[in-house]
């Protein structure tokens, strides 16, 4: 098989919905997606886009995403944030997490970014391993803190 990386376009949205819900699926929060088709498509490719996305795909299907923001650091400034990385369950184990993966890495050079960053949960031992192997420092002193939509507008209306 060959795998082609390549740069997302508005047309893939749907598949990458997809693997957004496999992957939630497989991070127990399913329930937690509640973005839609046309958010995806008005935030990625309106006017002033929020994020973009890398996909690997194989006879013509995606079967992976990169999906990041450019976020920026007071301390370190440009970086790269990884919000999915997913490789569809059935395709795992072959080569592909780690073609996507450093084709974003070299998003991050191309741009002259000074790091790249995500989150994992400190019980998917197998992504774990997979970002060890890029010596990546995968740290466990900082806590996530989030509001939700629904808050924001609890505590605005005060």
């Known amino acids: 098989m060959n795998t082609t990386i390549r740069k997302g376009v508005k047309e893939d949205l749907p598949a990458v919905l997809t693997l957004i819900k496999e992957l939630a699926d497989y991070e127990k929060a399913l ?15 309106g006017d002033h ?3 973009w996305f890398l ?9 992976g995403l990169s999906f990041y923001f450019i976020r920026y650091s007071t301390w370190n400034g440009k970086y790269l944030y990884l919000e999915d990385f997913v490789i569809s369950k059935a395709c795992r184990h072959k080569g592909i997490g780690s073609l996507l993966f450093e084709a974003t890495i070299q998003i991050c050079k191309d741009e002259n970014l000074n790091g790249m960053s995500w989150q994992v949960l400190d019980w998917n031992s197998p ?3 997979f970002y060890k192997k890029y010596n990546a420092e995968i740290s466990s002193e900082w806590y996530n803190g989030k509001l939700t939509k629904h808050q924001i507008h609890q505590i605005t209306a005060q």
Do not use: H
Request: charged letters at 30%; aromatic letters at 10%.
């Open 55 to 63: 996909v690997a795909e194989e006879n013509d299907q995606i079967i």
């Open 49 to 51: 886009p929020w994020y």
């Open 127 to 129: 992504a774990i391993q």
């Open 31 to 45: 329930d937690c997606v509640t973005i839609t088709l046309e958010e995806l498509e008005k935030d990625g490719f």
